[in-house]
């Protein structure tokens, strides 16, 4: 089970991040102490080799101004001890823990002087095979030794020899080994932590990502309550977190629409359709064929309504979902208020009902002519049929900041205060209302996906009053074309 569990472990998304991560981590940071173990060597080396070089011009001088007689290698062997500053080897010529100075002069006529460890021939035998250029230290690897010495070679005057002056910086070799193991403990170490803390830091995130997967799972069509705990943070996660659950409350009220579209198409619709029915059976059943005919028309015009409903619904849900086909042109909506009036006038007069077109100005729009024709129908029918007998019914059309304003007003009961500001919305209707509660929620959506918007409110001296605004074509593009474009497809 232990091997199972960490095999998936092993296939996280936590720990192939937390790899990446730290391998560049480390290759980064190795070349950073490297670059700083390289730096530290050379100035070492750097100090090493300046001294070799002051000391070689002060041993030449020496060499130099002394005479060649018998006590010649005695001078030079004690001016190369003091020069050395620290000799290490024995009396015996023996190596001991240290630095290590030898000094050694060369010469065809004499034998070479020597001040150094006892194996005097291995160096002297390496010196002569040595290829260095004045005043410029070279390496010289000598066997049995560790650590190559530095050496330096100052030639002497024409045909007296070279002096060489090497040296084997061993505390220094020892203070660079140690260095460099205390930045390969650190580097470890480092990249250790780094491991740990990165991999620790990627596993609570993706906890967060793994509790939205877990809610995500969890949604089912029955139960939509299901949410992403967001916590206080501001990061990645937390927005994503905090738009999943904006995500889920759209997708629940839209679910919550649905179905109480469902149910509302389902309750208007099985009175309608019962009525059809029986209608059609008695007119089969009777004999007498003008009244079997008025049934058959009575059924035909329950039809129509069934048809007007189920047109508008999914006129609105195309609306909605930004699918509604639109087929735009420019007119004069005062033009076709006027005659959207004059068509309903004998209806109103049928009523006792007074409709006055109070104001009209011209008002150029980019619309679709037969969905506003159809928003303008129902705004007429809304009053026809909730002004109430008597009332005085106005229209007016006019042209303000970019707008055209279809304004119409009653000085009927006006709306209930509970249904003013859901009078748009589809389905609501008032407690006497014989409709379907679709015709506002259509008017609105018609202004919605021309860039406008739709106001309904109550007159102060009582009546309803219905505001729609278009913008003015002039204005379209600023205002409405984005939005009505959004919505417009070929047809």
């Not at 091997?3 to 472990?9: D, E, I, L, Q």
């Not at 202004?447 to 409110?457: K, L, R, T, Y």
């Amino acid at each position: 089970m232990l091997s199972r569990v960490g095999s998936s472990f092993y296939r996280t998304a936590a720990w192939r991040l937390t790899l990446r991560s730290t391998a560049v981590f480390a290759m980064g940071s190795a070349a950073v102490f490297l670059v700083m173990y390289i730096m530290v060597a050379r100035t070492v080396r750097e100090r090493s080799d300046s001294w070799l070089i002051g000391e070689s011009e002060t041993l030449k001088q020496v060499a130099l101004t002394t005479p060649t007689n018998s006590l010649y290698d005695r001078i030079v062997e004690e001016v190369a001890e003091l020069a050395s500053q620290e000799v290490s080897y024995d009396s015996h010529g023996g190596h001991v823990s240290g630095n290590t100075v030898f000094f050694a002069l060369t010469d065809a006529g004499h034998k070479p002087v020597w001040v150094g460890p006892k194996d005097s021939a291995k160096f002297l035998g390496a010196l002569a095979r040595l290829h260095v250029d004045e005043t410029s230290p070279a390496s010289l690897h000598i066997g049995g030794w560790s650590s190559p010495f530095r050496v330096v070679a100052v030639k002497m005057t024409p045909g007296s020899g070279t002096l060489y002056l090497g040296l084997l910086d061993e505390t220094a070799t020892r203070l660079l080994r140690r260095l460099l193991a205390r930045f390969v403990l650190g580097w470890m170490s480092m990249v250790a932590f780094g491991f740990v803390v990165t991999l620790l830091g990627l596993r609570g995130m993706l906890k967060r990502v793994d509790a939205i997967t877990g809610a995500a799972a969890s949604i089912r069509s029955d139960d939509l309550s299901t949410r992403v705990p967001a916590g206080k943070q501001q990061d990645e996660v937390a927005r994503l977190a905090r738009t999943f659950n904006n995500m889920l409350d759209r997708i629940s009220a839209s679910v919550n629409q649905l179905r109480t579209l469902t149910d509302s198409v389902a309750h208007d619709l099985k009175s309608p359709i019962t009525s059809v029915r029986g209608s059609l059976e008695i007119a089969l059943s009777l004999e007498d064929r003008e009244q079997s005919a008025e049934l058959v028309a009575r059924a035909i015009e329950h039809l129509d309504r069934l048809s007007d409903v189920i047109t508008t619904s999914l006129d609105l849900a195309e609306a909605d979902g930004g699918a509604l086909r639109l087929r735009l042109e420019a007119v004069d909506l005062s033009e076709m208020v006027n005659r959207v009036a004059e068509l309903y006038a004998p209806a109103f007069a049928d009523r006792h009902q007074r409709l006055t077109v109070r104001k009209i100005e011209p008002a150029q729009v980019v619309v679709d002519v037969s969905l506003c024709n159809r928003m303008l129908s129902n705004l007429m029918e809304n009053e026809l049929r909730y002004a109430g007998p008597d009332a005085d019914v106005s229209v007016s059309v006019e042209s303000t900041g970019g707008l055209a304003c279809i304004t119409v007003e009653d000085n009927g009961p006006g709306f209930a205060p509970d249904l003013v500001s859901r009078v748009f919305h589809r389905f609501v209707r008032g407690q006497n209302s014989a409709g379907h509660g679709l015709g506002l929620a259509f008017v609105s959506a018609v202004a919605g996906v021309h860039g406008g918007q739709a106001i309904a409110g109550n007159r102060p001296g009582g009546g309803a009053q219905l505001r729609v605004e278009i913008p003015l074509a002039g204005a379209q593009g600023e205002r409405g074309q984005e939005s009505a474009g959004k919505q417009l497809t070929s047809s």
